[in-house]
């Protein structure tokens, strides 16, 4: 987890999630093709894992539907070794069992898990956008302003059983505040969390903890005393902050994840034009640091993952 000189950095890129909207950027991949072809750059550029979300082609709006994932899957399971992880966070409205339709069909290696309910604020986009591109967009980012991501313990111990245990698929625990690692900590405790596993600490999401370095501190520390060497700890900074603080947290042991759901840019005032750019931007700052990046084998190995032969698409 920390401190080996010889260790290797695990870097994920989420491919296009559900935070941000068609309107933002031209480059946000949105069918099928585009998602699959942007996994693809990304996986050559370096990243080990591949979070992913679907979206329906006709419109750009995130869709839970398994069918479209099996539109994409395939074809990045054909064309590299990186390990998929698709999201049970879904989007917004979604049930739960939307939200896990597709990780239940198919099975993947890894499945992201959200570690408790909140708010999720995504209204403040809509003052930047000038033209809408889909009628959709405008409602869907003002509705955040009364919208709860709901994750119960009911529905955490439900997705762990359902996901987890039915399918061999261990996860990325994604923890959005303090309270979410002691979450964790229970579910630990409680015997339904298997050891090694990956917490994705997240930082800048209107709802959760902040961006600033001092709010990472806190986060490390915290998981630290919760789960000593039992975890394997990431970054995930959204927006502008993305690439500060995934750089601080490489720095201070941690692995990465980079990519268009959590920040449409590449530099200041310049869009990423696909996720292999962030993914070759990472990976560049990561070797200056003379940190190795970890190959999919490795990352497996170092998440106990059960491989691609077990997967069902």
């Known amino acids: ?8 950095v695990i870097v994920t890129c989420a491919v296009t999630g559900a935070v941000h909207v068609p309107s933002q950027s031209p480059y946000l991949p949105l069918t099928p093709e585009q998602i699959a072809t942007d996994a693809v750059a990304a996986a050559d550029a370096g990243a080990s894992i591949l979070h992913l979300h679907a979206r329906n082609p006709e419109n750009g709006k995130p869709t839970p ?52 309910s909140m708010n999720f604020g995504r209204f403040g986009i809509a003052s930047r956008i000038k033209d809408y591109r889909y009628d959709w967009e405008e409602q869907d980012l003002e509705a955040s302003r009364n919208y709860i991501f709901r994750n119960t313990y009911t529905d955490i111990e439900w997705v762990l059983k359902e996901v987890g ?13 303090v309270g979410h690692l002691y979450n964790l900590a229970y579910f630990l ?20 903890i902040g961006p600033s370095p001092e709010d990472l501190m806190h986060m490390k520390r915290t ?4 789960f000593g060497n039992d975890y394997v ?22 692995n990465v994840r980079v990519g268009m ?11 990423a034009q696909s996720n292999g750019d962030q993914v070759a931007k990472i990976v560049r700052i990561l070797d200056e640091l003379s940190l190795e990046v970890a190959t ?10 059960k491989g691609y032969s077990e997967v069902k698409f």
């Open 1 to 8: 987890m920390t401190g080996k000189s010889n260790r290797k």
């Open 65 to 116: 539907d398994p069918d479209t994932y099996a539109l994409f899957l395939p074809e990045i399971k054909e064309r590299t070794e990186a390990v998929v992880n698709i999201t049970t966070g879904g989007g917004q409205g979604m049930t739960l069992e939307e939200r896990t339709a597709a990780a239940r069909r198919l099975s993947p290696e890894m499945c992201s898990l959200n570690m408790g």
């Open 165 to 177: 245990d039915v399918h061999g698929t261990r996860f990325e625990f994604e923890c959005y505040d």
């Open 189 to 208: 405790d409680q015997g339904l969390i298997k050891t090694p596993f990956l917490v994705q600490t997240i930082f800048g999401i209107m709802g959760g």
């Open 223 to 226: 998981a630290d005393r919760l």
């Open 233 to 254: 700890w990431s970054i995930l900074g959204a927006g502008r902050h993305q690439f500060n603080l995934v750089t601080m947290g490489a720095i201070m042991g941690g």
């Open 261 to 271: 759901e959590d920040n449409i840019y590449l530099n200041r005032g310049e869009l």
């Open 296 to 305: 999919p084998d490795e990352a497996r190995q170092m998440l106990g993952l």
